[in-house]
C-alpha cells in the first residue's frame, strides 16, 4: 500500500514562515497530483493547493502570494512554503496524492496523510 507522512507543523506568530513536507511511500508507480488541503474547527476541510507532475500548480485565492507548493519527483515529497502567515490559516493541514500504486496488479487511487496542526497566534 501507500502511505504519507506530513511534518513541519507548529505554532507561530502571524507574520511568521513555516515548511511542511509530505513523503509518499510505498508500492507507488507513479504520482500525478500532489498537495495540501487545510481543516479548521468547525469548518470543511477545503483546497490549498496542488501541484502536478509536469509543475502545475493551483491555489486557493486566500493563500495566493504568500504559499508556495513544490515537489521533488525523486524523493516523491511535496513541500508546502508558507509566508506571511495569518490568524485564520490556524488549521490541520493534509496531504494529498493522487498516484497509481501495486505490484503486478496496478490501481489508481487516492491517500491523504493523517495531518499536521499549524496554529497562528495574532
Known amino acids: 500500500q501507500v502511505q504519507l507522512a506530513e511534518s513541519g507543523g507548529g505554532l507561530v506568530q502571524a507574520g511568521g514562515s513555516l515548511r511542511l513536507s509530505c513523503a509518499a511511500s510505498g508500492s507507488i508507480v507513479s504520482i500525478d497530483r500532489m498537495g495540501w488541503y487545510r481543516q479548521a474547527p468547525g469548518k470543511q476541510r477545503e483546497l490549498v493547493a496542488t501541484i502536478t507532475g509536469e509543475e502545475s500548480t493551483n491555489y486557493a485565492d486566500s493563500v495566493k502570494g504568500r504559499f508556495t507548493v513544490s515537489r521533488d519527483n525523486a524523493k516523491n515529497t511535496v513541500y508546502l512554503q508558507m509566508n506571511s502567515l495569518k490568524p485564520e490559516d490556524t488549521a490541520v493541514y493534509y496531504c494529498?496524492?493522487?498516484?497509481?500504486?501495486?505490484?503486478?496488479?496496478?490501481?489508481?487511487?487516492?491517500?491523504w496523510g493523517h495531518g499536521t496542526q499549524v496554529t497562528v497566534s495574532s
Open positions: 494529498f496524492a493522487h498516484l497509481l500504486y501495486g505490484s503486478g496488479r496496478y490501481r489508481v487511487g487516492d491517500f
